[in-house]
Nanobody, 125 residues
Framework: QEPLVESGGGLVQAGESLRLSCTAS????????TAWFRQIPGKEREGLAW????????YYKDSVKGRFTISRDKFKNTVYLQMNSLKADDTAVYYC??????????????????WGQGTQVTVSS
């Protein structure tokens, strides 16, 4: 059983929206922070959005500010990534990851100790 499971990916047209979900399977959401990343084949994994589990403080990569929103539902043990006005450049595999400890928002991959398997998002132009 995977510790983190992403869902909600798919094929959409440019300009449309998707909401990705990241669920902790079989455990309470006791992580310090959760982040969403994406990766295009041949490129480095990039961080997009970060949320703190204690006060839901958020942080975003500049290029997705205003289009992507990260949120969490503690009762459903789920973190979401709402993606609006999608572009072809948003096509990638999207991953959620959690950090058991931390401080300031970070997209440093080494700060995250649990990853999901990813969900494919394809945006056609």
């Amino acid at each position: 059983q995977e510790p983190l499971v992403e869902s909600g990916g798919g094929l959409v047209q440019a300009g449309e929206s998707l909401r990705l979900s990241c669920t902790a399977s079989g455990r309470q959401w006791d992580y310090y922070a959760t982040a969403w990343f994406r990766q295009i084949p041949g490129k480095e994994r990039e961080g997009l959005a970060w949320i703190n589990s204690m006060d839901s403080k958020t942080y975003y990569k500049d290029s997705v500010k205003g289009r992507f929103t990260i949120s969490r539902d503690k009762f459903k043990n789920t973190v979401y990534l709402q993606m609006n006005s999608l572009k072809a450049d948003d096509t990638a595999v999207y991953y959620c990851a959690t950090a058991s400890t931390g401080g300031r928002p970070t997209f440093n991959l080494d700060s995250y100790d649990t990853w999901g398997q990813g969900t494919q998002v394809t945006v056609s132009s």
